[in-house]
């Protein structure tokens, strides 16, 4: 085995979380229930370069044609991105990859900063176009940046935010991030942080949609072999804790002293004995989890979840948990109401006429969002509870 993002052989399986389905793909009848597949959801550490991968890639044009992900039905993600476009005011020209249904080209446009998106998803990028916020419908690769080329010019400035973690071909993605970003431009890369994933316990966080998950080391790695400079850190909340890299289309670019300490930092932690705890941690959560819910059923409890993130589908999987522990879920989206969860096959259903005072158990997946969520039951006497560690919230 070799390491798909710097080509290192010292790269070793930690982790195995069982048969997976697809955790985008929410079958909504029979049929499509007879027609999912699983595969072994299994997890590589590179030691090189301090990155997670999972094993098996699955094919992107696949998992992506047909999305049901709207960042902008999510407030607190509308927010974190409409303070980004605030701080982007210095910028001419901007492209957004991955721009979803435009929650971050909106801000941009009504702060007159001249941007356009990217992304794969047909239906999703369509509602964006269909507001206003261009957008094209494809991968980011070099067909479409010869198309964007040819109409406009290079742009100062490329947003990718929880972009990378879902590439087949991080390198590729570096190569064509040069091409099309303009001499001394920036990239801004949001990603989920794989040193928070295991000091969490988030297991859940890993699916296949996700190939690859990314420490600030390996982002460095990636970027430096295409002669760019990651030179500054943030840590954000966004997804529970993530990274804001930014990233210099100039070789050797200075290093801010956080930047410096977070590398240095992560060369320390980030090892395999890291990973050998955390699966042992995390086996043993999964079975107090599915423990609690039977014991809440054992007492004629209604139980429910509130959010059905992919993170449930690699949870009730793991867990073995179904729709005998959870009664249903309860999604914002439309576009996974009145379907199922992947693999396990919990009913999904709309927050009308859902919310009732026949629940006593709600298990929140959606967790970053507890405070908004809270809100939703505020007439009735509910117990909330975090899956994964398993606790209770308030």
Known sequence: ????????????ELINLGRQPLANKY??????????????????????????????????KYLFEDYYYLSSVNKKLKSHFEKLAKTLTKYKF?????????????????????????????????????????????????????????KYPKPDLIVASSVVTHLDNPKKFAKNIKLLLEKNGDLIIEIEYLQNILKNLEFERFYFDRPFYYSAYSINNLFKKVNMSLYDIELIEAHGGSLRCYIKNIKDFKKTIRCRNILNNEFKKLNINSFKIFNNKIIKEAEKFKYNLLRFKKQKNTVIGY???????????FANIDSSLIDYIIDDSPLKQNRYSPGKHIRILPKKKNINNKIQNVIVFAYEYFDDIKMKFNKYNVIFFKPIPFKRIK
């Open 27 to 60: 079958p909504k009848n029979k049929y499509e229930i007879s027609k999912e597949k699983k595969f072994y959801l299994k997890i590589l550490f590179c030691k090189t370069c301090r990155s997670a991968q999972i094993k098996k890639i699955i094919d992107r």
């Open 1 to 12: 085995m070799i390491c798909k993002i710097c080509d290192s052989k010292k790269i070793f």
């Open 307 to 317: 959010g059905a993130p992919a993170r449930v589908s690699t949870i009730t999987n």
């Open 94 to 150: 901007v492209i957004d990859i991955g721009s979803n249904d435009g929650v971050l080209l909106r801000p941009l446009k009504k702060l007159k900063i001249k941007a356009l998106g990217i992304d794969p998803s047909i239906n999703v990028g369509k509602i964006a176009n269909d507001n206003g916020l261009k957008t094209f419908i494809g991968f980011f690769d070099k067909p479409i940046i010869k198309e964007i080329l040819s």
